[in-house]
């Protein structure tokens, strides 16, 4: 590849990155077509190499494919920027969240997620409240709503938020979930997280 060449890609690796962390969208992230239409019929490439130099720096580029298209409609696709591994439990203060309340969501995002992605609020919050006060699991899935986890619609139902879908690998999730009930046991996922959520927060 030529100076000229490497220029020429440099130039269009600062314009991708611009446009997925400049977003003026509602959500962050910005769409394939977009990309398209500013780096050309190519983009994929772009990105491609865009997410090679992201990873030397502890960051990757995730592809979230529309829930009304198919998984290679890259036009469609939101394009994010995000860690390349997994947060530990060291970093979680830094976040701003208590253990309880990264065990509600779990809890409540492996509920969701075992049912196409969204179910009755009401019928959460009693899974929930079997191992937390009322008040504390409501006044959560309230702060995560407004964190951009969860979605809570007026007519009372519960379901996964956009960050979810960037920030969360589902079937990590619901492995760990799995692996959590014992063999032909019944144990619902949220209580089983509840019960870790507790067992946590109580260690010094």
């Not at 992201?54 to 939101?78: C, F, H, I, M, T």
């Amino acid at each position: 590849m030529s100076g000229e060449e490497v220029g020429k890609l440099e130039k269009r690796l600062a314009q991708a990155v611009a446009m997925i962390l400049a977003s003026g969208h509602r959500l962050p992230g910005v769409r394939g077509w977009e990309l398209r239409r500013k780096l050309g019929k190519s983009f994929p490439k772009v990105v491609g190499a865009l997410d090679s130099r992201l990873r030397q720096v502890g960051l990757r580029l995730k592809v979230v494919p529309d829930p009304d298209a198919g998984p290679n409609d890259y036009d469609r696709a939101r394009f994010y920027i995000v860690l390349a591994d997994p947060l530990t439990l060291s970093d979680i203060p830094t976040l701003g969240y208590s253990l309880d309340e990264l065990a509600i969501l779990s809890a409540t995002l492996a509920y969701l997620l075992s049912r196409d992605d969204s179910a009755p609020e009401k019928e959460v919050v009693e899974l929930l409240e079997a191992k937390y006060p009322r008040w504390r699991v409501e006044a959560t899935l309230e702060r995560l709503a407004r964190r951009g986890y969860l979605v809570k619609s007026e007519d009372g139902v519960l379901s996964v938020g956009w960050r979810t879908f960037v920030e969360v690998d589902k079937q990590e999730l619901l492995k760990a979930f799995a692996s959590l009930v014992p063999s032909g046991g019944e144990t619902a996922p949220a209580q089983e997280a509840g019960a870790s959520g507790e067992e946590e927060a109580g260690e010094p």
